[in-house]
C-alpha cells in the first residue's frame, strides 16, 4: 500500500501569524486555527501544520522533525543552521507591513558610546547572544552579552549599556529615548525545508509551488489591477501614463471608436496615476485587488 503523502509545515505563532495565514490564504490554502490547540487546520490533505515560534522553528527543521517551515533569517543565524536547511524563498513581509527589517546596535541618546569599538568591557542586553557575540568578536571586542527575555528597550540605560534589537521603523526605539549606532544586518521571513524533504521528489515538489504561489500572493500586495475605456484618438496619450510591468492589454468594444485597457501597476502610484489618466481620456476606470501574481 502506498504511503500516505503528507508535508509537515511550521507556521510562525506570534507577530507573525496572522500576517503569515492572510498570506497563505491569498496563495489559496485557507487555514483556520485552534489557539487552543496550536494546530492550523489546511483545507489540504497533504499539508500537516504547527504554530510555533519562529525562534525555534530552525532546530525542527534542521532536524528534520518539520519538513518545512517559516522563520527570520536571525534565528538561522542564531541557531547556526545556515548549513543545515534549505532557503527556499525570501517572503518580505513584517508584522507592520511588507518591508524586511534590521537587527540593530542602540544605546541610551546620552550615551557616548558610537559604535562597537566602544563596548569592551560593557554589557549588552539581547535576544541574539550568539549573534552579537560573533558580532563583538568580528570587532574585535570583549562585553558580556546577555539574553533578553523581552521589554530589551527598557534596560538601556539603567541595567545595560546597550542592546541589540530588531526592528522595523525604529518607532518603538526613539519612544525609548535610544539611537542607532550601527546595524548588524537585514533580516526578513524564509520559507526554508530540512535537506530531507528537499531530497524527496514529492515533497520538493509541493514544497516549491507552496513557495511559488506564496510569493505571488507578496507580489500582489504592492500591486492593484486597473481596467478603463478609452476612445481610440485618446489611446497614446492614456498609455503614455501607464508604468506598466509590460504594455498594457488593448482589446476593441463592441463600438469600433473605443477600445478597453487594463494593466497592473503598484498601488502606491494609484492616487496620483488615476487623475493624469482621467485628464488624459480614459473613462468608466476600475481598480481592483490582486491575490496572486506569478512573474
Not at 519612544?175 to 530531507?196: G, H, M, Q, Y
Not at 492614456?238 to 485597457?261: F, H
Amino acid at each position: 500500500m502506498m504511503a500516505e503523502k503528507i508535508l509537515r509545515i511550521g507556521l510562525p505563532k506570534g507577530s507573525l501569524q496572522e500576517a503569515t495565514i492572510e498570506i497563505f490564504r491569498k496563495a489559496g490554502f485557507p487555514i483556520s486555527v485552534d489557539e487552543r490547540q496550536y494546530k492550523p487546520d489546511f483545507d489540504d490533505d497533504e499539508l500537516w501544520g504547527v504554530l510555533l515560534r519562529a525562534q525555534e522553528m530552525p532546530n525542527y527543521v534542521a532536524s528534520g522533525i518539520l519538513d518545512c517551515g517559516l522563520t527570520g533569517l536571525d534565528w538561522i543565524r542564531e541557531r547556526g543552521v545556515e548549513d543545515e536547511v534549505v532557503e527556499v524563498v525570501d517572503l518580505v513581509y513584517a508584522k507592520r507591513g511588507m518591508r524586511p527589517y534590521k537587527w540593530v546596535l542602540a544605546v541610551h541618546e546620552s550615551s557616548d558610546i558610537q559604535g562597537p569599538e566602544n563596548l569592551e568591557g560593557k554589557r549588552i542586553a539581547t535576544e541574539l547572544v550568539d549573534v552579537t557575540t560573533k558580532y563583538l568578536a568580528e570587532h574585535g571586542v570583549q562585553a558580556q552579552v546577555e539574553f533578553s527575555w523581552g521589554a530589551t528597550e527598557a534596560k538601556c540605560p539603567d541595567l545595560v549599556d546597550a542592546i541589540v534589537e530588531g526592528t522595523e521603523t525604529g518607532s518603538t526605539l526613539a519612544a525609548n529615548n535610544l539611537r542607532i549606532v550601527d546595524v548588524l544586518f537585514e533580516s526578513c521571513t524564509k520559507f526554508i525545508a530540512s535537506t530531507d524533504a528537499w531530497g524527496d521528489l514529492w515533497k520538493r515538489q509541493k514544497i516549491e509551488n507552496i513557495a511559488m504561489l506564496l510569493q505571488g500572493a507578496l507580489d500582489a500586495e504592492l500591486r492593484v489591477g486597473l481596467k478603463m475605456n478609452v476612445a481610440r484618438e485618446d489611446l497614446e496619450a492614456v498609455v503614455a501614463e501607464l508604468p506598466a510591468l509590460k504594455r498594457p492589454t488593448v482589446s476593441s468594444l463592441a463600438n469600433g471608436d473605443w477600445v478597453a485597457v487594463e494593466t497592473i501597476v503598484e498601488s502606491a502610484l494609484v492616487r496620483d496615476l488615476i487623475p493624469r489618466l482621467k485628464a488624459a481620456g480614459a473613462q468608466g476606470i476600475i481598480e481592483y485587488p490582486l491575490n496572486k501574481m506569478i512573474m
